[in-house]
């Protein structure tokens, strides 16, 4: 099983979660209450009701959802997670909204993880994607110049990304 865990706004009709979720079943979506108010307390309660409901899954998060799984608040017990886009709460665009979500993990995480960033995003320099890499122990792959690496980004399924992911689970899951 893989859970979907978006940032703000859910990852609309066009994001590649979104796409790949349609396209396989064994993806599946987190819920929020909230998804244009995030709210990180309220967030985790979410994404660790579904972690617990579906042991040794593997996580595919986007912008927000990536700081949710670094958290000092998430107590899953997961197989890997797929970190794409994470955003910068120090950065001059990270939305206020957001605030929540500023204190990020300062040390190795207990399961594989692999960061995937864009060198143009505005939400996060490539050099922060990178210390975060290092910080929590991740992977780290660059793929180019994609923005935030969402819908925006005009990316569709971003097969790309889909085949990174598969290679991640079966390398990590041996």
């Not at 120090?90 to 995937?116: C, H, K, N």
């Not at 490539?126 to 990316?155: D, M, P, Y």
């Not at 097969?159 to 990590?172: A, I, R």
Request: hydrophobic content about 40%; some cysteine; glycine content about 10%.
């Amino acid at each position: 099983m893989y859970l979907i865990v978006p940032g703000i706004n859910g990852s609309g009709p066009e994001h590649w979660q979104t796409l790949w979720e349609r396209a396989d079943s064994s993806f599946v979506r987190v819920k929020q209450k909230d998804w244009d108010n995030p709210e990180l307390d309220t967030w985790m309660e979410a994404l660790n009701r579904a972690v617990e409901e579906t042991p040794g899954s593997w996580i595919v998060a986007h912008s927000l959802g990536c700081l949710m799984i670094v958290s000092r608040k998430f107590a899953g017990a997961v197989k890997g997670a797929f970190l794409v886009a994470p955003p910068d709460p120090a950065g001059p665009e990270f939305p206020s909204v957001a605030r929540s979500f500023a204190d990020v993990e300062q040390g190795r995480l207990r399961f594989p993880t692999m960061i995937v960033a864009s060198e143009n995003d505005p939400y996060a320099t490539i050099e922060f994607a990178r210390r975060c890499a290092t910080t929590w122990g991740s992977q780290f792959r660059s793929v180019g110049k994609k923005g935030h690496i969402n819908s925006s980004s005009g990316l569709g399924f971003w097969q790309e990304g889909y085949d990174l992911f598969l290679k991640f689970t079966k390398d990590e899951g041996r």
